[in-house]
């Protein structure tokens, strides 16, 4: 996309936007060039940052299959980023066709992309929101009414935790959430962690994405996220790489290759 040609109202292209750098990552074509960039310094930086990308969509869509299978067929995706395929309302109505879903985000070129997709579709939803504010996000009137609450459903945190630098802050938004949540409800958490980069690279990410508009990114120890799950009963194989979880084919070694990011990966269900 170009700038002059894309770019809506109150948006500056020359900040980078996560949303829009993950999605040059996946092979998307809804990013400005300061988002090229930046995506490029971070594979600079952990070569492996595209493939660990797509082995985080690929678990998305794995995820949402497990919990449909299980029974769920409402699903709510905080930081759902921009649309591309397998979206969770496209994978949750192969296996539950009744499924309402509701997608949440704060970045307003996502809500255009994701609104102007789904304009047609009665049973999805797109809220503006921010997981920073748990509360305002679970007690949204149009959330409300689309979603049951009394009932069991499937909450998505894919790749946004670490987007929160604070641990008690983050760990507060998990609890929230998790508070909200009748029994037999499940939590899909995906999280970067350092892998194998050293102290030194890690910092030098941290500080391409100061200049991004989530301002910060945090990977964590698999002890830190584990505790994310803190209560639920772990859906198998538990926390992993998303290389995996629940891989039905053998996958290439580079998607955790050496020097580079993993990404740690789980469901718990609500006892």
Known sequence: MTEQERAPAGIDPTVPSVARMYDYLLGGKDNFAA????AAQIMQLSPNAKEVAQANRAFLGRAVRAVAESGIGQFLDIGTGLPTQENVHQVARRFSPSSRVVYVDNDPIVLVHARA???????TVVVEGDMREPKSVLSHPEIMRHL???QPLAVFLVAVL????DDDQAQSIVRTIREALPSGSHLIISHVTVGELDSDVVGEGREVYRRTSAGNVAPRTRE???GFFEGLEMMEPGLVSTTDWRTETALDPSLAGPGGVDILCGIGRVP
């Open 148 to 150: 049951d609450f009394e």
């Open 224 to 226: 830190q996220i584990a």
């Open 117 to 123: 997709l789904l304009a047609e579709n009665a049973d």
């Open 35 to 38: 988002d090229r960039q930046a």
């Open 162 to 165: 670490h987007f929160i630098p």
